[in-house]
């Protein structure tokens, strides 16, 4: 191994130290608390080095979102392929979907509530956003029904898993209720 390979191993992973003590100072304090100073001192590197890799808080934020959609997406496609026929499919997918945003809260954050400089929806969105929503396109494309849009169908039922995630988490949807939602959303929106 080249010394040039070593370093850019070497490089790399303190990028993922970076992200991962990022994302458990997040999951364990909130965003608020999570600064370059703080990180720097868990990873006991110089914020200098840190910055080497991120130029602040922001693009930390927009790696754990990328690193978050790549989890998303794995979590739909295996709650999916594991589920009997469409309709079961799709309720697969919302259940992965909120479990997802319960367990990652702050991961949830960075993908859809926090400015972490990524792209949505455009030319330049990084394949693991793109990914993300192509495992609910996946699933959703064939039960939209009325001659809607795979895609317009698959945002809007994003969006309303979207609502109930942070609607949950917020305390404004009674918990007891909340498979009855997803059950709901299901009948009413899915054509299956």
């Not at 309709?87 to 926090?114: E, H, T, W």
Request: zero cysteines; glycine letters at 8%.
């Amino acid at each position: 191994m080249s010394v040039q390979e070593r370093k850019q191993r070497e490089r790399a992973e303190r990028e993922r130290l970076i992200v991962a003590t990022a994302r458990e100072l997040a999951e364990r304090q909130g965003w608020e608390a999570v600064t370059t100073r703080r990180l720097a001192e868990s990873i006991e590197y110089s914020q200098p080095v840190l910055y080497s890799h991120f130029r602040g808080k922001r693009e930390i934020i927009g790696a754990v979102a990328l690193q978050g959609a790549t989890e998303l997406a794995a979590a739909v496609r295996a709650a999916t392929s594991a589920a009997d026929g469409p309709r079961a499919r799709v309720a697969a997918l919302a259940f992965a979907y909120l479990d997802f945003a319960a367990r990652n809260p702050a991961v949830y954050d960075a993908s859809f509530q926090l400015d972490g400089g990524l792209a949505y929806a455009q030319e330049d969105t990084p394949e693991p956003l793109k990914d993300a929503f192509a495992a609910l396109l996946e699933t959703l494309e064939g039960v939209a029904g009325g001659g809607v849009p795979p895609g317009l169908f698959t945002e809007v039922f994003w969006a309303a898993l979207h609502g109930l995630a942070t609607l949950t988490r917020a305390g404004r949807l009674l918990p007891e209720d909340a498979e009855a939602r997803v059950e709901l959303l299901v009948d009413r929106l899915a054509m299956v």
